[in-house]
C-alpha cells in the first residue's frame, strides 16, 4: 500500500459532447461525494472542460486537460495553452500519453517544454512514460522508461518535480484489455522512484505520485493499489462510465 495519498484520474480521450460530458460529471459527482481519502481527477476533451467545471465546482473532483501547447499564447491554429487550462479550472495537465507520441509526433523534448509550461501555471503535470511491447520483449522497458524521464523532465530543480506527477503506463496494455501483472507494474513503479531519488533526492521521490495506467478496471484496481510504489492509476476506458470510475476510486 502506498504511503501518499492516492491519485486516480480518468482519462476521457476524444469521447463525450459537452452535454454527454456533464450527465457523466453530475452522476460521478453523486457517486464520490463521501470521498476524502483519495484524490480524484478526469481530463474531458477541451470542449467540455467548462460545463465539468462548473458543474464539480463544489466538489472534490478536480478536472484536468489531456494535453497542453507550451507557448503561452500566439498564433498557434488549434492549440491550447497551459493559462487557458488554468483560467478554465484545471488543476492538472496530462503530458506525453503513448496516443500523442504515437499519433502527433509527441516526442521526448516537446514533452519537456509542456511540463515546464505546466509547472509555470501551477497546474500539475501527469507525466506519461512507458515502453512498447517490442521494447518490453526485447528487455528494454527500463532504458525506454529512463529516458524518457531523462529527456522529459531535463533541467528541472528538485523544487520544480516536486509538483510532478508520473504515470506508467506501458503502451501494450493501454485499451487492450490487458494489464501488466502487479509485479510488472511494481517493477518499474520502483525503477521510476529510483531514478527521482538519483535526480532529486529522497524528499522528492517520496512525494512523487507514480500512477499506473493500463486497462485498470474495477476488478484489478485494489491488487494494483496494494504495491508499495502504485500510488494510483490513470483510467481510460473505465473512467468513461461514472459507475465504473467510482468503483475504481473506492478500490
Ligand atoms: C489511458 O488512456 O491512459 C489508458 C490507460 O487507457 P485504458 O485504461 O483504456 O487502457
Known amino acids: 500500500?502506498?504511503?501518499?495519498?492516492?491519485?486516480?484520474?480518468?482519462?476521457?480521450?476524444?469521447?463525450?459532447?459537452?452535454?454527454?460530458?456533464?450527465?457523466?460529471?453530475?452522476?460521478?459527482?453523486?457517486?464520490?461525494?463521501?470521498?476524502?481519502?483519495?484524490d480524484i481527477m478526469v481530463a474531458p476533451p477541451f470542449t467540455a472542460i467548462a460545463?465539468?467545471?462548473?458543474?464539480?465546482?463544489?466538489?472534490?473532483?478536480?478536472?484536468g486537460g489531456q494535453d497542453l501547447f507550451w507557448e503561452v499564447e500566439g498564433a498557434y491554429t488549434g492549440q491550447i495553452s497551459a493559462p487557458m487550462l488554468k483560467a478554465a479550472g484545471c488543476t492538472h495537465v496530462i503530458i506525453g500519453h503513448s496516443e500523442r507520441r504515437q499519433f502527433f509526433e509527441e516526442?521526448?523534448?516537446s514533452v519537456n517544454k509542456k511540463v515546464r509550461a505546466a509547472l509555470s501555471e501551477d497546474l500539475i503535470p501527469v507525466v506519461c512514460v512507458g515502453e512498447s511491447e517490442a521494447e518490453r520483449e526485447s528487455n528494454l522497458t527500463s532504458a525506454v522508461v529512463q529516458n524518457q524521464l531523462e529527456e522529459g523532465l531535463a533541467g528541472l530543480?528538485?523544487?520544480?518535480?516536486?509538483?510532478?506527477?508520473?504515470?506508467?503506463?506501458?503502451?501494450?496494455?493501454?485499451?487492450?484489455?490487458?494489464?501488466?501483472?502487479?509485479?510488472?507494474?511494481?517493477?518499474?513503479?520502483?525503477?521510476?522512484?529510483?531514478?527521482?531519488?538519483t535526480t532529486y533526492?529522497?524528499?522528492?521521490?517520496?512525494?512523487?505520485?507514480?500512477l499506473y495506467g493500463g486497462s485498470v478496471k474495477p476488478n484489478n484496481?485494489?491488487?494494483?493499489?496494494?504495491?508499495?510504489?502504485?500510488?494510483?492509476?490513470?483510467?481510460?476506458g473505465a473512467s468513461l462510465d461514472a459507475d465504473s470510475f467510482a468503483a475504481i476510486v473506492r478500490f
Open 157 to 197: 530543480t528538485s523544487e520544480e518535480a516536486q509538483y510532478l506527477t508520473v504515470a506508467y503506463e506501458p503502451v501494450w496494455a493501454i485499451g487492450t484489455g490487458k494489464t501488466a501483472t502487479t509485479e510488472q507494474a511494481q517493477e518499474v513503479h520502483e525503477f521510476i522512484r529510483e531514478r527521482l531519488k
Open 221 to 236: 484496481i485494489g491488487e494494483l493499489m496494494a504495491m508499495a510504489d502504485i500510488d494510483g492509476a490513470l483510467v481510460g
Open 1 to 38: 500500500m502506498t504511503a501518499r495519498k492516492p491519485l486516480i484520474a480518468g482519462n476521457w480521450k476524444m469521447f463525450k459532447t459537452g452535454p454527454e460530458a456533464a450527465e457523466t460529471a453530475s452522476r460521478l459527482k453523486d457517486l464520490v461525494s463521501d470521498v476524502a481519502d483519495v
Open 201 to 210: 533526492g529522497n524528499q522528492v521521490a517520496n512525494v512523487v505520485r507514480i
Open 107 to 109: 516526442t521526448n523534448d
Open 51 to 63: 460545463v465539468v467545471k462548473e458543474l464539480l465546482r463544489d466538489s472534490f473532483v478536480h478536472v
